[in-house]
């Protein structure tokens, strides 16, 4: 089992920042593969960003180039900078785990089904 603890969102401007946090423990988080979905209200969850367990990344369309994935290894977290945020970016970011082989493909972190644990979530709310 793995454990995942967000933090870090929270209210903030168009243009501005957050950087939000997930803690994981109860497996080895350097074998783990971790990333973000987002669910706005009425919509359903899309991917974000992924980062694997050897660190190479995957973004979104929508993240690209705004968004930053990373991961600590001796604080067992995993971080999503958010940067130049819009109204559209608002919406609930849930943390997201695999510890389950992956194929080396670039893109396999983009569907729902590649993940099999979850954090509880964390509201990021851009206002215009």
């Known amino acids: 089992q793995v454990q995942l603890v967000e933090s870090g969102g929270g209210l903030v401007q168009a243009g501005g920042s957050l950087r939000l946090s997930c803690a994981a423990s109860?497996?080895?988080?350097?074998?783990?593969?971790l990333g973000w979905f987002r669910q706005a209200p009425g919509k359903e969850r899309e991917f974000v960003a992924a980062?694997?367990?050897?660190?190479?990344?995957d973004y979104a369309d929508s993240a690209l180039g705004r968004f930053t994935i990373s991961r600590d290894y001796a604080k067992n977290t995993v971080y999503l900078q958010l940067n130049s945020l819009k109204p559209e970016d608002t919406a609930v970011y849930y943390c997201?785990?695999?510890?389950?082989?992956?194929?080396?493909?670039?893109?396999w972190g983009r569907g729902s089904r590649a993940w099999n644990y979850w954090g509880q979530g964390t509201q990021v709310t851009v206002s215009s």
């Open positions: 109860g497996r080895t988080f350097r074998s783990l593969h």
């Open positions: 980062i694997r367990s050897d660190s190479s990344a």
């Open positions: 997201t785990a695999s510890d389950t082989l992956w194929p080396g493909i670039t893109t």
